[in-house]
Protein backbone atom coordinates (compact mmCIF):
# COMPACT_ATOMS: atom_id res chain seq x y z
CA UNK A 1 0.00 0.00 0.00
CA UNK A 2 1.24 3.59 -0.87
CA UNK A 3 0.30 6.83 0.01
CA UNK A 4 -3.16 7.40 0.87
CA UNK A 5 -6.31 9.52 2.09
CA UNK A 6 -7.90 7.84 5.04
CA UNK A 7 -11.65 9.70 5.97
CA UNK A 8 -12.63 9.34 9.41
CA UNK A 9 -16.20 8.06 9.41
CA UNK A 10 -16.68 9.32 12.79
CA UNK A 11 -20.63 9.24 12.46
CA UNK A 12 -22.92 7.79 15.02
CA UNK A 13 -24.38 4.93 12.80
CA UNK A 14 -23.91 2.49 10.15
CA UNK A 15 -26.65 4.57 8.21
CA UNK A 16 -25.06 7.73 8.56
CA UNK A 17 -21.82 6.62 7.27
CA UNK A 18 -23.15 4.49 4.25
CA UNK A 19 -25.33 7.45 3.44
CA UNK A 20 -21.95 9.47 3.66
CA UNK A 21 -19.88 6.85 1.43
CA UNK A 22 -22.62 7.16 -1.25
CA UNK A 23 -22.08 10.18 -2.33
CA UNK A 24 -18.53 8.29 -3.62
CA UNK A 25 -19.33 7.37 -6.99
CA UNK A 26 -15.87 7.52 -8.18
CA UNK A 27 -13.02 6.35 -6.02
CA UNK A 28 -13.71 4.61 -3.07
CA UNK A 29 -12.19 6.49 0.13
CA UNK A 30 -9.90 4.49 2.34
CA UNK A 31 -12.17 4.67 5.84
CA UNK A 32 -11.41 4.98 9.22
CA UNK A 33 -13.64 3.35 11.80
CA UNK A 34 -13.27 4.15 15.36
CA UNK A 35 -14.41 2.57 18.63
CA UNK A 36 -17.59 4.20 19.25
CA UNK A 37 -19.19 3.18 15.57
CA UNK A 38 -17.47 -0.44 15.83
CA UNK A 39 -19.29 -0.80 19.28
CA UNK A 40 -22.37 0.01 18.14
CA UNK A 41 -22.58 -2.12 15.02
CA UNK A 42 -20.63 -4.63 15.31
CA UNK A 43 -18.18 -6.54 13.12
CA UNK A 44 -20.20 -6.66 10.65
CA UNK A 45 -19.67 -2.78 9.87
CA UNK A 46 -16.03 -3.68 8.71
CA UNK A 47 -17.09 -6.63 6.66
CA UNK A 48 -19.78 -4.48 4.88
CA UNK A 49 -17.94 -1.49 4.12
CA UNK A 50 -15.00 -3.94 2.26
CA UNK A 51 -17.89 -5.21 0.40
CA UNK A 52 -18.49 -2.02 -0.95
CA UNK A 53 -15.26 -1.88 -2.03
CA UNK A 54 -13.46 0.18 0.83
CA UNK A 55 -10.14 -0.06 2.70
CA UNK A 56 -10.71 -0.12 6.27
CA UNK A 57 -8.44 1.25 9.44
CA UNK A 58 -10.26 0.00 12.13
CA UNK A 59 -9.14 2.33 14.78
CA UNK A 60 -9.44 -0.17 18.27
CA UNK A 61 -6.20 1.05 19.85
CA UNK A 62 -6.11 -2.30 22.15
CA UNK A 63 -4.61 -2.43 25.32
CA UNK A 64 -4.25 -5.75 27.82
CA UNK A 65 -2.65 -8.31 28.38
CA UNK A 66 -0.03 -10.04 25.41
CA UNK A 67 -2.52 -13.24 25.35
CA UNK A 68 -5.53 -11.07 25.14
CA UNK A 69 -4.42 -8.81 22.81
CA UNK A 70 -3.00 -11.67 20.35
CA UNK A 71 -6.35 -13.34 20.98
CA UNK A 72 -8.50 -10.12 19.90
CA UNK A 73 -6.14 -9.52 17.05
CA UNK A 74 -6.53 -13.03 15.41
CA UNK A 75 -9.87 -12.02 15.46
CA UNK A 76 -10.09 -8.94 13.82
CA UNK A 77 -7.59 -10.02 11.30
CA UNK A 78 -10.44 -12.33 10.31
CA UNK A 79 -12.65 -9.45 9.11
CA UNK A 80 -9.99 -7.91 6.76
CA UNK A 81 -9.49 -4.85 7.52
CA UNK A 82 -6.59 -3.73 5.91
CA UNK A 83 -4.95 -1.86 9.22
CA UNK A 84 -5.73 -2.55 13.00
CA UNK A 85 -3.82 -1.00 16.00
CA UNK A 86 -2.72 -1.14 19.49
CA UNK A 87 -1.11 0.95 21.93
CA UNK A 88 2.80 1.44 22.30
CA UNK A 89 2.14 1.56 25.95
CA UNK A 90 0.93 -1.87 26.43
CA UNK A 91 4.73 -2.79 26.12
CA UNK A 92 7.03 -4.65 22.98
CA UNK A 93 5.87 -8.16 24.19
CA UNK A 94 1.78 -6.99 23.83
CA UNK A 95 2.85 -5.51 20.16
CA UNK A 96 4.83 -8.62 19.38
CA UNK A 97 1.77 -10.52 20.70
CA UNK A 98 -0.78 -8.33 18.78
CA UNK A 99 1.30 -9.07 15.37
CA UNK A 100 1.69 -12.90 16.32
CA UNK A 101 -2.00 -12.77 16.81
CA UNK A 102 -3.18 -10.97 13.23
CA UNK A 103 -0.59 -13.51 11.32
CA UNK A 104 -2.34 -16.07 12.83
CA UNK A 105 -5.69 -14.91 12.04
CA UNK A 106 -5.29 -13.56 8.51
CA UNK A 107 -6.97 -16.17 5.82
CA UNK A 108 -4.58 -18.54 3.75
CA UNK A 109 -3.78 -16.46 1.18
CA UNK A 110 -4.55 -13.36 2.24
CA UNK A 111 -2.56 -10.12 3.22
CA UNK A 112 -2.23 -9.68 7.11
CA UNK A 113 -3.61 -6.13 7.81
CA UNK A 114 -0.83 -3.70 8.76
CA UNK A 115 -0.09 -3.18 12.07
CA UNK A 116 0.23 0.57 13.60
CA UNK A 117 0.81 1.39 17.32
CA UNK A 118 0.01 4.73 19.09
CA UNK A 119 2.57 6.15 21.37
CA UNK A 120 1.34 8.77 23.27
CA UNK A 121 -2.23 10.24 22.83
CA UNK A 122 -2.48 14.23 21.67
CA UNK A 123 -4.50 14.26 24.75
CA UNK A 124 -1.89 13.61 27.39
CA UNK A 125 0.00 16.29 28.02
CA UNK A 126 3.63 17.20 29.48
CA UNK A 127 1.30 17.71 33.05
CA UNK A 128 -0.61 14.64 32.93
CA UNK A 129 2.67 12.39 31.60
CA UNK A 130 4.57 13.48 34.57
CA UNK A 131 2.03 14.18 37.04
CA UNK A 132 -0.51 10.96 36.34
CA UNK A 133 1.88 8.47 34.85
CA UNK A 134 5.19 9.31 36.62
CA UNK A 135 7.23 9.46 33.60
CA UNK A 136 9.44 12.46 34.11
CA UNK A 137 11.02 12.68 30.95
CA UNK A 138 9.72 15.00 28.27
CA UNK A 139 6.77 14.31 25.82
CA UNK A 140 8.62 13.82 22.43
CA UNK A 141 10.93 12.38 23.80
CA UNK A 142 8.72 9.50 25.35
CA UNK A 143 7.13 9.43 21.70
CA UNK A 144 9.87 8.72 19.68
CA UNK A 145 11.54 6.16 22.38
CA UNK A 146 7.57 4.06 21.71
CA UNK A 147 8.27 4.64 18.37
CA UNK A 148 11.54 2.67 18.73
CA UNK A 149 9.73 0.19 20.12
CA UNK A 150 7.34 -0.40 18.03
CA UNK A 151 9.58 -0.81 15.39
CA UNK A 152 11.28 -3.33 17.72
CA UNK A 153 8.35 -5.66 18.25
CA UNK A 154 7.90 -5.52 13.99
CA UNK A 155 4.77 -3.52 13.88
CA UNK A 156 4.42 -1.45 10.23
CA UNK A 157 4.63 2.01 11.66
CA UNK A 158 2.79 4.57 14.35
CA UNK A 159 0.06 6.77 14.39
CA UNK A 160 1.46 10.61 15.15
CA UNK A 161 1.39 14.79 14.11
CA UNK A 162 2.36 14.90 10.56
CA UNK A 163 5.18 17.47 12.51
CA UNK A 164 6.59 14.33 14.20
CA UNK A 165 6.54 11.89 10.80
CA UNK A 166 9.99 13.36 9.80
CA UNK A 167 11.24 12.68 13.29
CA UNK A 168 10.18 8.98 13.16
CA UNK A 169 11.55 8.18 10.13
CA UNK A 170 15.07 9.54 10.73
CA UNK A 171 14.77 7.25 13.76
CA UNK A 172 13.02 4.29 12.14
CA UNK A 173 14.02 4.24 8.62
CA UNK A 174 11.84 5.27 5.78
CA UNK A 175 9.89 2.25 4.89
CA UNK A 176 8.49 2.41 8.80
CA UNK A 177 4.64 4.02 8.11
CA UNK A 178 3.78 7.47 9.44
CA UNK A 179 -0.44 7.65 9.64
CA UNK A 180 -0.99 11.62 10.76
CA UNK A 181 -4.56 13.16 11.83
CA UNK A 182 -4.96 16.52 12.73
CA UNK A 183 -4.93 17.63 8.69
CA UNK A 184 -6.70 20.50 7.64
CA UNK A 185 -7.26 22.67 4.17
CA UNK A 186 -5.15 26.21 4.49
CA UNK A 187 -8.52 27.81 4.40
CA UNK A 188 -10.15 25.68 6.93
CA UNK A 189 -11.45 25.59 10.21
CA UNK A 190 -9.64 23.97 12.35
CA UNK A 191 -12.03 23.25 14.92
CA UNK A 192 -10.10 21.46 18.07
CA UNK A 193 -6.78 20.30 16.40
CA UNK A 194 -4.26 22.31 17.77
CA UNK A 195 -1.34 21.46 15.26
CA UNK A 196 -2.67 21.04 12.46
CA UNK A 197 -1.06 20.77 8.58
CA UNK A 198 -2.16 20.63 4.76
CA UNK A 199 -2.06 17.89 3.03
CA UNK A 200 0.62 19.14 0.88
CA UNK A 201 2.58 20.14 3.87
CA UNK A 202 1.82 16.49 5.08
CA UNK A 203 3.40 15.31 1.65
CA UNK A 204 6.27 17.82 2.16
CA UNK A 205 7.14 15.96 5.40
CA UNK A 206 7.02 12.59 4.26
CA UNK A 207 3.78 11.21 5.88
CA UNK A 208 2.15 8.05 4.29
CA UNK A 209 -1.39 8.00 5.40
CA UNK A 210 -3.14 11.54 6.24
CA UNK A 211 -6.22 10.98 8.68
CA UNK A 212 -8.54 13.18 7.44
CA UNK A 213 -12.10 13.30 9.19
CA UNK A 214 -13.88 16.86 9.39
CA UNK A 215 -12.46 18.96 6.99
CA UNK A 216 -14.27 16.53 4.70
CA UNK A 217 -17.33 14.76 6.45
CA UNK A 218 -18.80 18.43 7.11
CA UNK A 219 -17.28 19.50 3.46
CA UNK A 220 -20.18 21.78 1.92
CA UNK A 221 -19.22 19.07 -1.44
CA UNK A 222 -17.43 16.05 0.37
CA UNK A 223 -16.56 14.17 -2.55
CA UNK A 224 -14.67 17.56 -3.91
CA UNK A 225 -12.50 18.10 -0.52
CA UNK A 226 -11.93 14.31 -0.64
CA UNK A 227 -11.09 14.78 -4.16
CA UNK A 228 -9.03 17.74 -3.34
CA UNK A 229 -6.88 16.39 -0.24
CA UNK A 230 -6.01 12.85 -2.80
CA UNK A 231 -4.47 15.78 -5.20
CA UNK A 232 -2.65 18.22 -2.81
CA UNK A 233 -1.49 14.55 -0.70
CA UNK A 234 -0.98 11.77 -3.65
CA UNK A 235 -0.51 14.24 -6.64
O1 LIG B 1 -12.15 15.66 12.15
P1 LIG B 1 -10.65 15.45 12.25
O2 LIG B 1 -9.93 15.61 10.93
O3 LIG B 1 -10.03 16.26 13.35
O4 LIG B 1 -10.54 13.91 12.63
C1 LIG B 1 -9.31 13.30 12.89
C2 LIG B 1 -9.50 11.87 13.26
O5 LIG B 1 -8.25 11.36 13.71
C3 LIG B 1 -10.49 11.61 14.38
O6 LIG B 1 -11.11 10.34 14.15
C4 LIG B 1 -9.62 11.59 15.62
O7 LIG B 1 -10.16 10.82 16.66
C5 LIG B 1 -8.34 10.94 15.07
N1 LIG B 1 -7.12 11.25 15.80
C6 LIG B 1 -6.68 12.54 16.03
N2 LIG B 1 -5.53 12.76 16.71
C7 LIG B 1 -4.81 11.74 17.17
C8 LIG B 1 -5.23 10.43 16.94
C9 LIG B 1 -6.40 10.22 16.25
O8 LIG B 1 -7.31 13.49 15.60
N3 LIG B 1 -3.68 11.97 17.80
Known amino acids: MGK ?25 PFVKIGMELFYAEGPAIVKELKARGHKVFLDLKLHDIPNTVK ?30 GLEAGTPEGGERPL ?13 ALEEDLLIEKP ?34 GDEFLTITPGIRFADGDKGDQKRVMTPAAAKEIGSD ?27
Open 115 to 127: LIAVTQLTSTDQD
Open 4 to 28: DVIVACDFASAADTYKFLDQFTGRK
Open 209 to 235: YIVVGRPITQAADPVEAYERCCADFIG
Open 71 to 100: KSMTVLAALGADIVNCHAGGTIRMMEAALE
Open 139 to 172: IDQVVMHYALNTKKANLDGVVCSAQEAEKVHNIC
